[in-house]
């Protein structure tokens, strides 16, 4: 055994916090211990929610899709490219960097705004923050089926993303003062430009392990996301196309806990999962904590052939959301003077200038 499945061996497993849905819903119930568990300085970062009625056949419809686009001949991929928002719309293939500083080909991503088709025409909007503010790029004639299925699957995710962030929201308000409308539901409620990445993991080729460095961040390399809270489902597994239960139960999502701990987490199919991005750890003056997370590859015999397909959509404030940033105590606050107003997107830009070598260093559409 090599020293990396040795560590994925002694892995512990954990399962998410759990919230039906219906206390979800419920704006009276009180939550406060389950978000803290999740988000809190001590929990775990990431909290999944059941039952959500419709959820099930809009995940499969959207996920389905996933194979078949990565499949679609090289020159439609193509047409389906958007440099000028640096791939953050549309389909991207080995435009990012692994780890390793290589390009990234074991996966495929197709982004696109799941609430708004043109979120702005502004010119020098555009310019200025091309992966905000572009336009969606539909596979119109080819595959017709996955701009209704994406727009479906992510508008209801965002709903119910409301639903936590105002449960998130009571809970911080508990504790500090916050003005009403800085909260995340706010917040994540006004913003125009939510991002939803669908992915799709590369299956290995005989032989040919895609984890040559045998490290838990094999598909997909550890980061935290850039924006508010991140919805995920449950990642569907195929060869050939047809579904099977993940033959490797190393493989898939693990997260690094706030003692520095690394621990696979585990949720049902039927759970939409929630993760809390950097903005909001600062915007919660570190109350709910950014999760710091990756995704391990299967390995060995078994891994010959098996495709992962997921989707992530990044709930983020719109670029000219006027941020209160706290005065210290944050993650990058080198970058904000005191008293500093920044938007979102101001923000982001700086971010960009000050970390410019690691763009695109797994983190898409979250910086
Ligand atoms: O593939 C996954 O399950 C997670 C992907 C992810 O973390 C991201 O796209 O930011
Ligand atoms: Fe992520």
């Not at 419709?54 to 419809?61: C, D, S």
Request: net charge negative.
């Amino acid at each position: 055994m090599t020293s990396g499945s040795l560590a994925a061996a002694q892995t512990p497993t954990l399962r998410t916090v759990v919230i039906p849905f219906t206390q979800l819903k419920d704006k009276d119930a009180d939550l406060s211990m389950k978000i803290e568990e999740g988000f809190g300085p001590d929990g775990l970062g990431i909290i999944s929610i059941s039952d959500v009625p419709g959820y099930t056949v809009l995940r499969q419809n959207l996920l389905n899709l996933a194979p078949i686009l990565a499949k679609l001949p090289e020159k439609v991929k193509k047409d389906l490219e958007d440099p000028q928002s640096r791939y953050n719309f549309g389909w991207s293939h080995g435009k990012e960097k692994l780890e390793s500083g290589k390009p990234d080909l074991l996966k495929g991503s197709f982004y696109a705004n799941p609430l708004l088709d043109v979120p702005t025409t502004d010119a020098l909007l555009l310019q200025r923050y091309p992966a905000y503010c572009g336009s969606n790029i539909w596979p119109q004639t080819a595959l017709p089926e996955l701009e209704v299925a994406f727009k479906a699957l992510g508008k209801l995710i965002l709903d119910v993303g409301l639903l936590v962030a105002y449960h998130c929201d009571k809970y911080v308000s508990n504790g500090i003062d916050m003005q009403s409308n800085q909260g995340i539901e706010q917040i994540v409620f006004r913003s125009r430009c939510h991002k939803g990445r669908l992915l799709y993991y590369f299956p290995a080729e005989k032989g040919n392990d895609v984890d040559d460095n045998d490290s838990m961040s094999s598909w997909c390399g550890w980061h935290t996301d850039h924006g508010s809270l991140t919805g995920l489902t449950y990642a569907m597994f195929t060869k050939d196309g047809v579904e099977i239960p993940c033959p490797d139960n190393t493989a898939g999502l693990y997260i690094k806990t706030r003692t520095g701990q690394i621990v696979k987490v585990v949720y049902k199919e039927d759970e939409i999962a929630y993760q809390i991005g950097n903005i909001t750890e600062i915007l919660s003056r570190g109350r709910l904590c950014a999760t710091p997370h990756c995704v391990r590859a299967p390995k060995g015999e078994k891994a010959t052939g098996l495709e992962r397909s997921t989707f992530a959509f990044f709930m983020q404030p719109d670029w000219d959301e006027k941020l209160n940033f706290p005065e210290s105590g944050h993650v990058n606050q080198e970058l904000i003077q005191a008293n500093e107003l920044l938007t979102f997107g101001e923000y982001t830009e700086k971010l960009l200038d000050k970390y410019y070598h690691l763009k695109n260093v797994d983190t898409p559409a979250t910086v």
